[in-house]
């Protein structure tokens, strides 16, 4: 009844092909910005934004990114961790070597450094497909993993090889470092992620995003009505390394502030972001924040019911917790294989029709 | 000779020693890649499990005793006998055909038709519950494998190459051994799938789904079959990983090895993961004796992979994979 497009005349093109074509949607979506912006920051504090809200900003980034080259390129891509390694590296370097410039620019500069990395292991796509080229890219994963853990000019030759975030501001106010508060890790994060979103958002259904989906549907035909493989394969990397790159760094500098790469970029963090676009649906926006808030959520949640709400032995609680996530995963694709973004999908459609389905 | 090229003999192998553990683990994939176009990710989970489930077996421990301790306080460990190897081993085997019948049964059914990363995506889903569940059932510490193999150095080899060269060999007789099940498991496995009805069945099922179902071949029951011969792989990859280096978490992760095995040899060639094996094996060997020392070594973790990679870069389906024939 109060969902749906009648009465809501379009009288441009500019409004035909916006984004949320209902305006309950524009309104939902206006809402959730406004509740982002102006609410959350008041009430967050150390725990929410550190168990829940922070790594839900960061790993949406992270899905965002991959989503653009797994959904909507068709690229599988299993060297995720190794990507973010690179971000975390590059934001480190580019923090410690030049102090003065904005940690804003460095997040952005380390994204860009992602990119060039990514467009190179993202070269062999161009002969390598399916599966093969899921595992070419798990070449990515352990050799960048392995490259920041053997050469100390990585982390500035420190003692135990780990690096640390120093503290950097924005405004006066600290960003990174030991003495940062909830609300502007919080802020800090939201700000890239909004920026990044819309930017996706708009690639996406432009000229390039119709090429990343002509490569996914069938490479041969879009290579024959005159879509360069080469540059739209490259592109993709670039754009979703940069991605990556960037939600990395946030996760080093933000959320961890000191990481060691083996643990904070193995090639769990490579699947677990995999889980995340495929359980929020390949080839979506929603999709993507969905996947990613439902794998934070998971562990938080049955680790407060199983260790605060039964009182099991940690390590036990964590096994369950594994065979859980495993035993969700499973009965999510046998269910659902296209994912949360599908359940959304079709639960929009019931509620345009409701309360008169016919 | 010269010491160093006796040595890098010896190193080279023991790299083809290695290969052949890991053209073990490489079989299972194959099996069911050829079966059903699954890339089965959750092969390594699965020989962890089976080496759990026989140390188990054979020491007598009560499954779920941590579970059962847990909720009801009390402390149960061990029914307190302990199996023969021989009894341990076929009940494990049991245990494994049981478990593809259950995963058949319980996931791959509601799957078919599903796209191909899908698929993969509910083996990795399938990977993270086993390996939960064996930490559940058998307790998640790590334990000793023994069913008799002999380990430590070939007395033999070591005789013989001092006599002729001067300088003793040292291969480790558990790798001996490893190489010989290997082969007779290729054997058996090419016997089986050539000369027997359902090995027929079997490769009709690789070679045309759908013609294979109109001639009237269960495509359930091939696959429980598949995923049985995958799961016994699995246990013959446990034991011998597992009497070489414990039974631990870290035994799941010889699945990211066999996986540019697999990329080298092509996905879909039984012969291709022995040879792609012994080729991974013994590149990963040498490239770390000559050149690990220059660049800080531990390059084991990623030369595979790149080998494979520059690999496919000149042939896209691995040494003896079926050729990728595309069109619109």
């Known amino acids: 009844m109060l969902y749906r497009e009648a009465g809501d005349f379009k009288t441009s093109y500019v409004k035909d092909s916006q984004t949320f074509p209902i305006k309950a949607d524009r309104m939902a979506y206006f809402a959730l910005l406004a509740v982002a912006f102006g609410v959350v920051p008041f009430l967050i504090n150390d725990y929410w934004a550190n168990a829940v809200f922070v790594p839900f900003l960061i790993y949406a980034i992270a899905a965002i990114g991959l989503n653009i080259l797994t959904g909507y390129c068709g690229q599988v891509s299993l060297g995720t961790g190794g990507f973010m390694a690179v971000g975390a590296y590059a934001v480190y370097k580019l923090m410690t070597t030049f102090p003065d410039v904005p940690i804003l620019i460095h997040v952005l500069l380390a994204g860009g450094v992602t990119a060039i990395v990514g467009v190179l292991f993202g070269l062999p796509s161009l002969r390598i497909k399916g599966f093969y080229l899921a595992v070419a890219t798990l070449a990515a994963q352990f050799f960048l993993v392995w490259l920041f853990n053997k050469v100390p000019w990585f982390y500035n030759y420190s003692a135990s090889g780990q690096i640390t975030a120093p503290e950097r501001t924005m405004f006066g106010i600290a960003v990174t470092g030991a003495s940062t508060p909830a609300w502007a890790k919080y802020l800090f994060c939201l700000v890239i992620l909004v920026a990044l979103a819309w930017l996706a958002r708009n690639l996406t259904r432009g000229m390039i995003g119709r090429k990343w989906m002509a490569i996914r549907d069938m490479d041969i035909a879009a290579e024959i009505i005159g879509v360069n493989p080469l540059t739209t394969k490259l592109s993709a990397f670039a754009v979703s390394s940069f991605f990556i790159g960037v939600s990395g760094a946030l996760f080093f500098a933000v959320y961890l502030g000191a990481a060691e790469v083996g643990e904070a970029f193995g090639i769990n963090k490579s699947f677990l972001i995999l889980f995340m676009v495929i359980i929020g649906g390949l080839g979506s926006m929603f999709g993507s924040f969905a996947g990613a808030a439902f794998l934070v959520l998971l562990p938080v949640l049955l680790k407060n019911v199983l260790v605060g709400g039964l009182g099991w032995p940690t390590d036990l609680a964590a096994h369950i917790e594994l065979m859980i996530v495993g035993g969700l995963i499973i009965v999510f694709l046998i269910l659902e294989p296209h994912g949360l973004a599908q359940l959304w999908r079709v639960a929009k459609e019931k509620l345009r029709l409701w309360p008169f389905p016919h | ?328």
Request: no cysteine; aromatic share 12%.
């Open chain 2, 1 to 328: 000779m010269p010491d160093q090229l006796l040595y890098a003999i010896e190193v080279s192998l023991n790299g083809l020693m290695a290969g052949i553990m890991y053209s073990l683990v490489a079989l299972g994939f194959v099996l069911i890649f050829k079966a059903s176009g699954i890339f089965n990710y959750a092969q390594g989970v699965l020989a962890l499990f089976a080496a759990l489930t026989l140390v188990g077996l054979q020491q007598g421990q009560i499954p779920f005793s941590h579970v059962i301790n847990a909720i009801f306080g009390t402390d149960l460990h061990s029914f307190g006998w302990t199996l023969p190897s021989v009894v341990a081993i076929a009940l494990t085997a049991l245990v494994m055909v049981g478990m593809a019948w259950l995963i058949e049964r319980l996931v791959l059914k509601h799957l078919v038709n599903q796209e191909p990363i899908i698929l993969f995506m509910a083996t990795i889903g399938l990977a993270y519950f086993l390996e939960g569940l064996g930490d559940v059932m058998w307790g998640a510490d790590i334990k000793k494998l023994d069913v008799g193999l002999p380990q430590g150095i070939n007395e033999t080899i070591d005789a013989v190459t001092f006599n002729a060269f001067g300088y003793g060999f040292f291969i480790d007789n558990l790798d001996i051994i490893a190489a010989f099940v290997a082969a007779a498991l290729v054997l058996s496995l090419t016997l089986f799938s050539q000369y027997t009805k359902y090995g027929r069945a079997l490769r009709a099922v690789a070679d045309d789904h759908q013609a294979a179902l109109s001639v009237g071949i269960s495509l359930r029951f091939i696959w429980v079959l598949v995923w049985s011969i995958a799961g016994f792989v699995a246990l013959v990859a446990g034991i011998m990983w597992g009497s070489k280096s414990g039974v631990q978490f870290s035994l799941s992760l010889i699945a990211l090895k066999a996986l540019p095995v697999l990329m080298l040899g092509g996905f879909t060639s039984i012969p291709g993961a022995i040879v792609g094996g012994l080729i991974i094996g013994m590149g990963e060997k040498l490239f770390e004796f000559f050149a690990g020392p220059l660049i800080g070594g531990a390059t084991e973790n990623w030369f595979a992979y790149v080998l494979a990679l520059l690999f496919l870069v000149f042939r896209p389906q691995g040494l003896f994979g079926e050729k990728i024939i595309e069109r619109v």
